[in-house]
């Protein structure tokens, strides 16, 4: 693993447009999927994010696609290496913190 994408790089690969999506993927083409990894952290904010599109949904609709987003997240989760928040997670955002 050489590139950790956060959660801002994840919502452009989902959204497939723009010109953040041309650019990042643009990038990661470059690379071997092998190269990327995604963050615990990043999955619990893309669950938050579908939860809360979840509760507010006013009609069938939205719920139909709060769940889809929510399978989504799950799915593209299940097919890259997950990196833990541990302890030296937490003695590198101190230090980053400290600067």
């Known amino acids: 693993m050489k590139y950790l994408l956060d959660t801002d790089h994840i919502s452009f690969l989902q959204r497939q447009s723009g010109l953040e999506f041309t650019r990042l993927t643009a990038r990661m083409g470059q690379h071997s999927s092998a190269d990327f990894a995604l963050s615990i952290v990043s999955f619990h904010e893309q669950v938050l994010g579908a ?49």
């Open 51 to 99: 939860h809360n599109f979840i509760n507010r949904g006013r009609t069938n609709a939205d719920m139909i696609r709060g769940y889809a987003l929510l399978l989504e997240i799950i799915h593209g989760f299940a097919t890259a290496p997950i990196l833990l928040f541990d302890a030296g997670a937490i003695a590198v955002d101190q230090r980053v913190l400290e600067v």
